[in-house]
């Protein structure tokens, strides 16, 4: 999404000073270009990434890049295990222990997430998401790509 000139001192307050205008008519955050739970930052360690996501409920993501194994098939957790890898200048980040209450769509505990992050200008990533749910899946691994940023 283009942000227009009219909107860009918004964003930029947004970005710099965390600061969230709520009191917009239904829909016009959108239009702006600000969705909800819509601004991310995300940034790289050494061995580490690390993804903030708007909302102040969710918990930073903190991503291992250095090949460490998944954790103990018998620990489960609501966001899952995430690990990360390069491919590229792709981010692939791969994500399953999810536990019994994290149950997206129907899906049991054997559900899967691979995500891949790729930037493709400055101020653009390109988005790409697959679920697998073996256990409850009747269809093909369900995938989108979408543009983000």
């Not at 959108?30 to 102040?56: A, C, M, S």
């Not at 692939?92 to 129907?106: P, T």
């Amino acid at each position: 999404m283009v942000i227009s000139p009219f909107v860009r001192p918004i964003v930029r307050l947004v970005v710099d000073l965390d600061v969230v205008a709520e009191n917009f008519k239904p829909g016009t955050m959108k239009r702006l270009g600000l969705g909800y739970n819509d601004i991310h930052q995300i940034f790289q360690t050494p061995d580490h990434v690390v993804i903030f996501t708007e909302q102040n409920n969710n918990p930073p993501r903190i991503i291992p890049l250095d090949g460490r194994p998944s954790i103990s098939e018998n620990i489960r957790q609501y966001p899952g295990d995430s690990r990360g890898h390069w491919e590229g200048d792709t981010l692939v980040i791969e994500s399953s222990h999810f536990n019994d209450r994290s149950a997206w769509e129907g899906s049991s505990r054997d559900l899967k997430v691979v995500e891949r992050f790729t930037r493709v200008s400055d101020d653009r990533i390109h988005y790409e998401f697959t679920v697998e749910n073996p256990a409850t899946q009747t269809l093909p691994s369900l995938s989108t790509s979408i543009p983000w940023g």
